[in-house]
């Protein structure tokens, strides 16, 4: 027995092991999974029979895997591991919202890579190559401890378990996900639509949609916040809705599970309200302040570019400070209600309160309201408000027959509340994730009112066709969306994942 332990476990580990240990943990934290003792041990034994093998293939990959656990690092800590989620924002995010991204991340996560990374280093370059020596029957030995370990523990469900593996296939199925969506999208949107509309009668001439982006409604003033913040929207006689759900916790998923029409979970991009207003006799416009990329187009981009005429104004080439203030799109709003059309639709695609909500106000506020990032978040939907109230008096300066429609695209949840660096980012897992302000004002609302029945974007279709007042075969909702009806409620949403959750079972976090 004491031969066994001198001859053949002995050679098998050295100091460096600890080191080895402590890296692969850091590892798989920062790639985004959880540590399991099991599988942790198994990427061990597989790492030191790497090593006793092939020193050149086993320090190559301490470094290949320390350069990538110290970028996904930010990612994996707030995000997880790569899913279909984490890819698409990938590839549909500007430069702009990643350096956000960045900038909103916490300071352990950095560190967390940079530990990934000088502990990789270190291992690699390590000089006493300890790793070295190893008899046929200690190779015997690893190798079995590894097959015992890999089929006890991390076989599940027939997929491997290890961290450094797992990363790779989940990469690559989220961006075989991604890219077959993509290319379906890129199919559909070429098809002709379905819509077939019956316009009962033109109520007004111009119909101004105005999307916003990340508002909680518990921050909004006219909606009940507690921080004065939207003098306009308290003084107009809008019409309220304050039960309105987001379909999504995210732009993308949010957007299209409500712009578009569905069947069998197949989104139509084709069939957008964008499309559905252009056969109803609409010109439209999609005027945006989102980024966009052109190589590879988010579906939101694809509804956009449906319009008749789009304008994006933040391409994310250029200077971000200057040019992502959503007042820019005011003289593209003032453009295309001069132009000679008929009856419009203009769309207005904000960045109102994106995280970070301090980049949207150029880091000012109004008060301290104990942090600066929330601060500059009551700021955001203050900065909106004003903009809204702009675009009012350009409505009402070009047509005497005008409506505007205004709702966030979902809500933000907490990290860190209570404290001075509590911010605001998504999430999927509160009430406040969907609760978003929805309201429309037209140029003959006489009165306030508030409707508190439950709406939802997932209806989003049917409501708008109302707003337009129009039929259409395809839309079956017959529930009166704008009046005070009690619809059948929705109460489901889709989470990160865009699987249909309880909306009523999420704990509210105020
Ligand atoms: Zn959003």
């Not at 034994?45 to 190559?60: E, H, P, R, W």
């Not at 416009?285 to 966009?292: D, I, Y």
């Not at 109004?366 to 008096?393: F, H, P, R, W």
């Not at 409505?395 to 429609?405: H, I, P, R, V």
Request: aromatic share 12%.
């Amino acid at each position: 027995m004491k031969g066994f332990v001198s001859n053949i476990i002995k050679p098998l580990f050295s100091k460096w092991d600890f080191f080895l240990a402590v890296w692969l943990g850091v590892l798989t934290l920062s790639l985004g999974y959880r540590i399991n003792i099991i599988p942790l041990l198994a990427l061990f034994m597989g790492a030191k029979l790497l090593a006793k093998t092939s020193q050149l293939l086993y320090k190559l990959l301490v470094i290949i895997y320390s350069l990538i656990g110290f970028l996904y690092a930010p990612t994996g800590i707030i995000y997880g591991s790569p899913d279909v989620n984490v890819v698409g924002s990938f590839l549909y995010t500007t430069l702009e919202e990643s350096i956000g991204f960045l900038k909103q991340t916490p300071f352990y996560a950095f560190l967390l890579g940079l530990v990934v990374l000088i502990l990789g280093i270190a291992l690699a370059t390590e000089k006493k190559s300890t790793h070295a020596v190893a008899s046929k029957k200690s190779l015997m030995m690893l190798s079995v401890f590894f097959v015992v370990l890999v089929s006890f523990g991390p076989m599940k469900k027939n997929r491997i378990d290890l961290s450094a593996y797992r990363f790779i296939s989940d990469l690559v199925t989220a961006y075989r996900t991604v890219s077959t969506q993509n290319q379906g999208y890129a199919a559909i949107i070429q098809k002709k639509p379905i819509w077939q509309p019956v316009i009962k009668s033109r109520r007004y001439h111009t119909y101004l949609l105005v999307i916003g982006e990340s508002v909680r409604r518990d921050y909004v003033h006219a909606f009940g916040g507690q921080f004065n913040n939207t003098p306009w929207l308290d003084s107009v006689p809008a019409t309220l809705f304050n039960n309105y759900i987001s379909a999504g916790p995210a732009t993308v998923i949010s957007l299209t599970n409500t712009l578009v029409y569905k069947q069998d979970r197949e989104k139509q991009l084709n069939n957008s309200v964008v499309t559905l207003a252009e056969k109803s006799g609409f010109e439209t416009w999609w005027l945006s302040n989102q980024g966009v990329k052109s190589h590879s187009d988010s579906p939101i981009a694809r509804i956009a570019k449906s319009a008749n005429h789009t304008g994006f104004i933040n391409t994310g080439k250029a200077d971000y400070s200057a040019s992502s203030s959503d007042e820019n799109l005011l003289p593209l709003l003032a453009e295309a209600l001069k132009s000679p059309a008929g009856d419009k639709l203009i769309i207005l695609h904000l960045m109102g309160s994106h995280p970070r909500a301090c980049d949207r106000t150029q880091g000012r506020f109004d008060s301290d309201i104990g942090s600066k990032e929330l601060s500059c978040y009551v700021k955001s939907i203050a900065m909106t408000d004003s903009l809204l109230g702009k675009a009012n008096q350009l409505l009402s300066n070009s047509t005497a027959n005008w409506t505007m429609m205004y709702f966030s695209d979902h809500g933000l949840s907490y990290i860190d509340k209570n404290s001075s660096r509590a911010y605001l980012t998504h999430g999927d897992s509160t009430k406040q994730n969907y609760q978003v302000p929805f309201f429309i004002l037209s140029s003959d609302s006489t009165q306030r009112r508030v409707i508190s029945q439950r709406r939802s974007g997932l209806d989003f279709i049917t409501t708008f066709a109302q707003w337009l007042n129009i039929d259409d075969p395809a839309i079956t909702g017959r529930c009166s969306m704008l009046s005070k009806s009690d619809c059948d409620e929705v109460n489901t949403v889709y989470d990160f994942n865009e699987r249909l959750t309880n909306y009523n079972v999420l704990p509210s976090i105020p």
